[in-house]
């Protein structure tokens, strides 16, 4: 059984996306804050409904950024290496099966 998550929490405990290193939780169970900005002595308060990253991408892309180039650089990375964990040629299961199917000429010319 999972454990209960805490309703005064936003940021998830193990995320996915690159951008949460980005923010700190304000534990009020609506809000993060932008590490970034807080060092510039601006504090930066933004929603995260549910844990969702949107607006957090949009405040990096269009605040910060070099930390925003840093994000999709790292995400690349990973999607890269995402896919050469699954073959050396990036095959998905999807383009395995479809390879392994026989034509329908070959399926009639197996038939006679």
Known sequence: MRPEKDPKKVKPDKPKSQVWKYFDDCEDGKHVLCVLCKALN??????????????????????????????????????????????SDGDSSAAKRKASQPTIDLAFTNMT
């Open 42 to 87: 601006k504090s930066q308060k933004l929603t995260s409904p549910g844990g969702q990253t949107s607006s957090l991408r949009f405040h990096l892309e269009h605040t910060h950024q070099k930390q925003w180039q840093e994000v999709l650089a790292e995400e690349e990375r990973l999607k890269v290496e995402e896919s050469k964990k699954r073959g």
